[in-house]
C-alpha cells in the first residue's frame, strides 16, 4: 500500500554522479521542494555503452519504473547510452500515460511521441561561441570540431557556428567543419592533421564538446604549438576536468539547471491544466580560461578547485579506510549496517541512507517483490515492503530520494536509497562505497551457505574456512612434525549433528552457528598444548599427549565441554554427538579405530529412536543439560506428562542406559569438569556454582561418578 503523501516525481537517468546529471537534477530538486514535491532519482552507476555481462543486474534499477506512485517523469536522454537500457526505458515508460518530460538531445531509441522534450538551444549556443572568438578577439580565420556526422545534435552545432560567421560577414565553408566522435581522440587525430600540414592551422578552432578540445590541447602541447598564441580553442559543455590539461580551457556552461527547474514547472503544468506550457531554452554562459585568449574567471575556477580538492580528500579516505575489511568480518545484518553508518561519511551529505533487500536476497534464485528495508544511519527497525512501494522509505519534508543498485554478479540483491534534504546528490566517490556494500553483502551471503563452506573448506591447504582450524591436511603436517620414534599421542575424534545433514534454507544458519560453537568447545578442550582441527563438515579430531590410562576419560571429558556450549546443546541436543579417545603412534590406524568405535556409537544412537517415547524422555535429558543446577525432580516430569514414577523412570533408563536421578547428577558433574578444567575457581566455589550446597558431598559425588577427587582431575586434565 502506498504511503506518499505528496506528488512524486521521477528523474530517470543513467550515471547520475556525472556533473552533467547532477547539475539537471540539482534544478529539478531545488524547484521540486519550492513545489512540495519528492523526487526519486533511478540510475545505474557504470552505465558502459557496450553491455557488459559483470554489470548487467545494475540496470535492473530500472525496474522501478514501474511503480504506480508517481505522477510525472523527468528523463535524462543524454546520459543514456546503452542500447539495451534504452530498450529497457522505452518497453517500461513507452506506454504511460503519466506525462514524460525528456530532457536532452533527442534520441533514436527514446524518440516517442508523447515524450515532450526540452533542451538547451544548440544552434544558439554555437552561435554565441563563435561570437564570442569574433567578437572578443578579432578571429576570422576560424574551423570547428563537431561530434558524429550520423548525429543530429552535431549538425545542430555546426549550424550555429556557420550562423555566427555569415552574421558577422565572414565566409563559410563546408570544408571549416570536422567530424569527431565527441571524445579525445577526435581532438588528437585532427591536432595531428594541422601538425602534418594536412591542414592549414587557422587562428582558432570551435569543439562540440570539452573532451574533443581536450585531445586538441594534448596533441598541440606535445607537438609545440602553443594555445592560444599559434591557435585558440574553445570547448562546451564544462565538465569539469579542466585542470588535466593546459592550458586552462575555455569553455561554455550549458544552463542545465534551469533546464531542470523547466522541468518541473512544465509537469505540473501538465497536472493541472492538461498542457505543458511554453518552453523557452534556458541560456548558458562563456567560462573564461586562457585557451581563447580571455582572461581566467577566478570564481568558476575556485568552485572547481574546491570540488578537485573535495574529491581528491575523499579519494584518500577511500583508498586508505578499512571498510572492506569491517564489512568483511560481519557475521550479520545488524553488524553489517551498523559498520556502513560508521563508514556513512564517505557518502557525501546524504541526510538518510536504507538497504532495502529482497526477502530472498541470499538465495541463489530469486523471485520475491517484497523486500526488507534496513535504515543505515537512524535506530528504526527494519520493515517490510514491496519493491514497487517506494514511498515506504520516504520521511519528513519534501526531499530526493537516489535508488542505487544492490547487485552481486547475475544476482539483484536490492537497492540502496539516499535521501537529500537540499538541491545535491552523490558524485563518483560513491562508486566506491556501494561496490564495497555489494561485496560485502555477498561475502555475508556466502558465510551462511552452508553448502558454500562445504565446497570451499578445502581450498586452503591447511586451514579450515568456516572455524580457522586445521583441515585434515593440516593436522597430518602436524601429527608428522609432533610424533617421535617409540612415542605415543591420544586421537580425538568428535562427530556432531548427527542425524542433521541436510542444508535447507531454514536451518543453515543454524548449522553454522552450532558448529562454531561446538569448534569452541573443541578449542578449550584441546587448550594450548594440543592440536585440533575440522576435518569434514561434522567431525573434529585433537591431537594431544597424556597417560594411556585415561582414554576414556577424556573423551568424557570432551563430552562436558560440547554440553556447556549451550549454543549447540539447544539446537542439537544430547544425542546429536558422539566421540572417543584412543592411542598410538600411526594416524590412520588411530583414525580407523576411531571411526569404527564412532559408527557403533551412532548406531545405537539410531537404535534409541526406535524405543517408544524416546523424543519425550530426550527432551527432559535435553533440559536437564542446558540447566544443571535447577534440581528438577521426577514428580514435575510425571506431572507434565501424566506418567507414573515407575513407568517415567523404566523408559528413561531404557533410552540412556542410567537413571533419572543418577543423569540429573552427571549433568552437574559435567558443568564441574568443565569448571575445573577451565578455571582457577576453588573447589567450593566450583561446588556452589553447580547447584551443590555441601561442599563433602560435592566431592564425595565428584569422585563416585569421575573415579577422582575435584583437585587430582585438575591436576591430570587442566587445559
Known sequence: MSRKKRRIFAVVTATAADPEQREVISGIIAQAQKQNIDIVVLSN??????????????????????????????????????????????????????????????LDGLDLPHFHYINTDDVQDFVDITTHLIKHHNYSKIEMLTGYESMPVSHYRAEGFQKALKANGLPFDPGMVHYGNFWLNSGEELAARYINGELHLPEAIVCGNDHMAYGLLDGFMRSGIRVPEHVAVIGYESVHER????????????????????????????????????????????????????????????????????????????????????????????????????????????????????????????????????????????????????????????????????????????????KYTEPDGY??????????????????????????LILCQNLSETKDSLTGMLNYNGIERAFQAAITENSNMFLTVLRVCLFHDDFTDVNRNQKIDSLLDAAEAVRRFTGESGICGRISDNTFMILHRGNPS???????????????????????????????????????????????????????????????????????????????????????????????????????????????????????????????????????????????????????QFQIVSGFSPNTYRELFQR
Not at 555503452?49 to 508517481?70: H, P
Not at 555489494?438 to 556466502?446: A, C, D, K, N
Not at 527432551?619 to 542446558?626: D, S
Request: aromatic share 12%.
Open 45 to 106: 552507476i557504470y552505465n558502459p555503452i557496450e553491455s557488459c555481462a559483470e554489470l548487467i543486474r545494475e540496470n535492473d534499477i530500472y525496474n522501478l519504473i514501474n511503480s504506480d506512485e508517481y505522477d510525472g517523469f523527468i528523463l535524462i536522454t543524454e546520459s543514456i547510452v546503452n542500447d539495451e537500457v534504452q530498450q529497457k526505458i522505452r518497453q517500461y515508460i513507452g506506454a504511460s500515460d503519466i506525462p514524460i518530460i525528456a530532457v536532452g538531445s533527442i
Open 243 to 418: 585542470h588535466f590539461h593546459a592550458p586552462l580551457l575555455t569553455t561554455y556552461k550549458r544552463n542545465r539547471r534551469g533546464l531542470g527547474e523547466s522541468a518541473v514547472r512544465m509537469l505540473i503544468n501538465k497536472l493541472e491544466t492538461g498542457d505543458f506550457g511554453s518552453f523557452a531554452p534556458p541560456s548558458g554562459k562563456i567560462i573564461s580560461g586562457v585557451s581563447c585568449g580571455c582572461n581566467i574567471d577566478m570564481t568558476e575556477l575556485t568552485e572547481e578547485m574546491e570540488q578537485l580538492r573535495m574529491k581528491k580528500d575523499y579519494d584518500f579516505v577511500n583508498l586508505y579506510n578499512q571498510l572492506d575489511h569491517h564489512l568483511a568480518e560481519s557475521r550479520t545484518l545488524t553488524e553489517f549496517t551498523d559498520v556502513c553508518n560508521e563508514f556513512r561519511y564517505q557518502v557525501r551529505n546524504a541526510a538518510e541512507i536504507y538497504f532495502c533487500l529482497y526477502e530472498d536476497w541470499h538465495t541463489q534464485k530469486q523471485c520475491s517483490e517484497m523486500m526488507t528495508c534496513y535504515p543505515v544511519t537512524s535506530d528504526k527497525k527494519p520493515f517490510s515492503m514491496h519493491e514497487q512501494t517506494l514511498s515506504s522509505v520516504f520521511t519528513g519534508d519534501a526531499a530526493a530520494y537516489y535508488f542505487s543498485p544492490l547487485f552481486f554478479a547475475d544476482r539483484s540483491l536490492g537497492y540502496a536509497v539516499l
Open 550 to 700: 585415561y582414554c576414556d576419560a577424556f573423551s568424557d571429558l570432551l563430552s562436558s565441554f560440547v554440553i556447556q556450549h549451550k549454543k549447540y546443546l539447544k539446537n542439537y541436543g544430547m544425542d546429536s554427538f558422539v566421540c572417543c579417545t584412543v592411542n598410538g603412534s600411526v594416524l590412520s590406524e588411530m583414525e580407523t579405530e576411531c571411526n569404527r568405535i564412532l559408527d557403533e556409537k551412532q548406531k545405537a544412537i539410531r537404535v534409541r529412536h526406535q524405543i517408544m517415547n524416546y523424543p519425550l524422555m530426550l527432551e527432559t535429558r535435553n533440559y536437564i543439560y542446558l540447566n544443571p543446577t535447577y534440581k528438577l525432580s521426577i514428580d514435575e516430569v510425571c506431572k507434565k506428562h501424566c506418567y507414573s514414577v515407575g513407568h517415567l523412570r523404566a523408559m528413561y533408563k531404557d533410552c540412556f542406559d542410567i537413571s533419572f536421578n543418577q543423569d540429573c547428577i552427571s549433568g552437574r558433574i559435567a558443568m564441574a569438569k568443565y569448571l575445573l578444567c577451565l578455571t582457577d575457581m576453588h573447589v567450593s566455589e566450583v561446588s556452589k556454582s553447580c547447584g551443590y550446597h555441601d561442599n563433602k558431598y560435592f566431592i564425595r
Open 427 to 452: 558524485d563518483h566517490i560513491y562508486r566506491n562505497w556501494l561496490k564495497s556494500v555489494s561485496t560485502g553483502l555477498e561475502v555475508l551471503r556466502m558465510k551462511s551457505d552452508i553448502q558454500y
